[in-house]
Every structure is written in structure tokens, then in C-alpha cells.
């Protein structure tokens, strides 16, 4: 499955790599891909093992603020 989250704070290189760690870290998490131009975050994943709301828990760990 694959979802898009609006992500507001990011401006850099290091905060696509924290998105993308904290992501990463997450089981069922298979691919994170990060436009620091837009805000978005695409995430392909398995709905068996994460939901949006552990995935926006864990950008929000990381200082940024996932949008809807």
C-alpha cells in the first residue's frame, strides 16, 4: 500500500534523513521517499504491520509536523 503524508518543517538534507530513518524504522515500512520541495513523504508499506498514525507518530518524534 502506499500513502502520502504532508509533512511541514523540513528544509534540509538532515531533516529528509530523520523522516526517512524514523520511517525506516517502523516494521512494514518498505520504502520512504521524501520531496523536501513540496512537504511530501511517500511511504510504501504493509497495512498488516503499520498504520498512518504510528508513521505520524514517528515523524512528530523526530520535530516535524505531519499535516492531516
Do not use: R, W
Request: aromatic content about 4%; hydrophobic content about 35%.
Amino acid at each position: 500500500m502506499q500513502l502520502t503524508l504532508e509533512v511541514n518543517g523540513m528544509s534540509c538534507g538532515h531533516c529528509e534523513k530523520s523522516v526517512k530513518d524514523a520511517l525506516n524504522t517502523l516494521e512494514g515500512v518498505h520504502g520512504v521517499n521524501v520531496d523536501l520541495t513540496s512537504g511530501k513523504v511517500d511511504v510504501t508499506f504493509d497495512e498488516a504491520y503499520v498504520t498512518k498514525s504510528m508513521m505520524k507518530e514517528a515523524i512528530e518524534a523526530q520535530g516535524y509536523e505531519p499535516v492531516g
